[in-house]
């Protein structure tokens, strides 16, 4: 049986942990905030993620153990999960907690303990920042690359069907890392080294921004040629042999909104600037604002004034489907920087992000029954699919007339929205 170390224990951690300790593995998991492991340690998730609690119940302090720390006892492997993120302000991959991992790593074991890099980190990281570490404790070291590529709501059950990328430091290497991950996987994807598994994340990731750019583009240009860009998209995609155009939306999440960023840093240490990756980047995230803009523009169309609109805004996590609590890269918070210059009273309502949270962000927290009671305008930001369960004709009712609906994603039936009588309704390039 194998004992598994795995240091950081957010959504990619947590969920290998339990999906490792399911597979049969002893696995250790630390890290290195308090709140995090007291929580996890009492059986209660710190994050949102369909099947951890149950996996908490079946298996903490039997096959899983969650501590600060590592134990001092010999471990098969150790997998790296900690955050990489981007600074705010330079957008450059900040490294120090993949670094203090691996010396953490380097300074309670041994060389024969397979280290693997699963955090998403740019191309030549795990040879410049991780093998260091290891090498100065060691004199030699067993490193591979295996990058997470699940997606949040899913993580348990796609860890144990989609190909898992296996890069080594050598083939002693790389034979463990596949034994390792062949324990989840139903195939392995042995690529030839360390730089090779770390340039698949980011690729995939940046591929996924860039198809949604794409949509974002042609509902932009629909907006200003009074088209609906959803009639575009699907007449386009209809029995068309060529790859399906996306639908408009926001692209938010803890990957695709700094991976970009990560490969573009990488291209960068080589002397290359790609061509479509920063576009793409900076056209998802102009939308959130431009979307808020434009609702205060129509908002101030339906009532003749803003002062004194209240607004009701339905969606805080990044996305609703699969649902999430994450608000990492969530639309909604650059929404905001626009909206709290207008004179509204803001609402705000979501399945799974704490009112505590809602309220930090400055927002007055409330059911969906008061987020339509005497409100002026809803904007609903995200697709979580109970807002498409919504009882239209006797919910937006309720609102004062005359009003506006800005439906993102389209979740509610357009014309039903309309019938109520003296209700705007609009969507991303849709006015």
């Not at 795990?126 to 590529?149: I, N, Q």
Request: hydrophobic share 45%; with cysteine.
């Amino acid at each position: 049986m194998k004992r598994v170390g795995i240091v950081g224990l957010g959504y990619v951690g947590i969920t290998l942990a339990v999906a490792l300790a399911r597979k049969g593995c002893t696995v250790f998991g630390c890290d290195r905030v308090p709140e995090v492991v007291q929580a996890l340690a009492a059986g209660r998730p710190h994050v949102y993620e369909p099947g951890i609690a149950e996996g908490l119940r079946e298996l903490l302090n039997d096959r899983l153990y969650v501590a600060g720390t590592l134990p001092d006892t010999p471990l098969a492997a150790v997998v790296l999960c900690v955050s990489t993120p981007v600074e705010a302000a330079t957008r450059r991959p900040n490294l120090e907690g993949l670094r203090a991992a691996a010396r953490a790593v380097a300074r309670d074991f041994r060389p024969d303990t397979l280290v693997v890099v699963r955090s998403t980190v740019p191309v030549g990281a795990g040879r410049s920042v991780v093998l260091p570490e290891l090498l100065a404790a060691w004199g030699r070291a067993r490193l591979a690359a295996c990058p997470e590529r699940t997606i949040q709501g899913q993580a348990l059950r796609e860890l144990t069907e989609l190909p898992q990328i296996v890069g080594g430091l050598d083939d002693v290497s790389s034979d463990l890392a596949e034994a390792l991950f062949s324990l989840l996987a139903p195939r392995i994807v042995r690529v030839s080294s360390l730089e090779a598994a770390e340039a698949v994340k980011l690729i995939n990731n940046c591929h996924t921004d860039l198809i949604y750019s794409y949509g974002n583009e042609v509902a932009l240009l629909a907006e200003r040629l009074s088209l609906d860009p959803m009639e575009l998209i699907r007449a386009a995609n209809l029995d068309y042999p060529r790859p399906d155009l996306a639908r408009p939306g926001f692209v938010g999440g803890g990957c695709l909104s700094k991976d970009p960023y990560i490969l573009m840093a990488s291209a960068a240490k080589v002397g290359h600037e790609p061509w479509l990756v920063g576009s793409a980047r900076r056209l998802n995230e102009h939308l959130p604002g431009h979307v808020a803009r434009r609702f205060l523009d129509l908002l101030g169309q339906v009532r003749g004034r803003l002062a004194g609109a209240r607004v009701a805004l339905l969606g805080f996590a990044y996305k609703g489907w699969p649902p999430t609590d994450d608000m990492r890269g969530a639309p909604v918070v650059p929404m905001l920087d626009v909206l709290r210059e207008a004179p509204l009273t803001l609402l705000g309502h979501d399945f799974l992000v704490a009112p505590d949270v809602i309220r930090r962000h400055g927002v007055t927290p409330c059911s969906l029954e008061e987020a339509f009671g005497g409100t002026d305008g809803v904007l609903l930001v995200t697709d979580h699919p109970e807002y498409a369960r919504l009882d239209v004709a006797a919910t937006f009712s309720r609102m004062r007339r005359p009003a506006l609906v800005y439906d993102c994603w389209r979740v509610l039936p357009a014309d039903t929205v309309r019938r109520v009588g003296e209700v705007r309704y609009a969507s991303i390039g849709l006015g």
